[in-house]
């Protein structure tokens, strides 16, 4: 808001402020100093928007990965030993955290899909600002619908089944 009122910029991401590097503004002045010619800014455009899409297509491939083959096993077991002793602690262990541990394991399984095919569409685009504002606009977000049920999960999965350090255990017994 502050920004906005005093008539500056708010660019709202990184993928926003690239252009401004290929300003007229900006290449007379890196120009006029000797530092960048146009076309070594619009390569530096060019390698910042590629830059930040292999960065985000990296993560979501890794996130993926590590929710298909750690998480979502781990989930399974989990739940399998939890459904098997629900007739036997009925008390403490109700059938409803059955329910929402596979409620949130299904909502983990349709975000890495969304994430797979992401990924093949950015695959697909050889234009590196459009794959930049995909990455930015659409696998971000793909990628935050399948953290919420893992962090949902990691706060209700026995330590014993979690295939990775919890924030607590980071966090305190570092």
């Known amino acids: 808001q502050e920004a906005e009122r005093r008539g500056l910029p708010n660019l709202?991401?990184?993928v926003d402020s690239i252009p401004s590097l290929v300003t007229e503004k900006a290449v007379k002045l890196f120009g006029d100093f000797g530092v960048y010619t146009r076309s070594e800014l619009y390569a530096r455009a060019e390698i910042e928007y590629e830059t930040y899409a292999k960065s985000v297509l990296v993560e979501a491939r890794t996130m993926s990965d590590m929710a298909g083959k750690q998480i979502i096993p781990a989930v399974i077991r989990?739940?399998?030993?939890?459904?098997?002793s629900l007739n036997e602690v009925r008390t403490a262990c109700p059938?409803?955290?059955?329910?929402?541990?596979?409620?949130?394991?299904a909502a983990m399984k349709n975000a890495m899909e969304e994430?797979?095919?992401d990924l093949e569409k950015a695959g697909t685009m050889s234009n590196?600002?459009?794959?930049a504002h995909f990455c930015y606009d659409e696998m971000v977000p793909a990628m935050n619908r399948l953290r919420e049920p893992a962090d949902r999960l990691e706060m209700i999965v026995d330590k014993e089944y979690w295939p990775f350090p919890s924030y607590g255990d980071?966090?305190?017994e570092v």
């Not at 989990?78 to 098997?84: H, K, N, P, Q, T």
């Not at 590196?128 to 794959?131: A, L, S, V």
């Open 78 to 84: 989990y739940s399998g030993d939890l459904a098997r």
């Open 128 to 131: 590196m600002k459009e794959r």
């Open 115 to 117: 994430i797979r095919k």
């Open 170 to 172: 980071m966090i305190f």
């Open 12 to 14: 709202k991401c990184m």
């Open 95 to 105: 059938k409803e955290l059955v329910l929402e541990v596979s409620s949130l394991l």
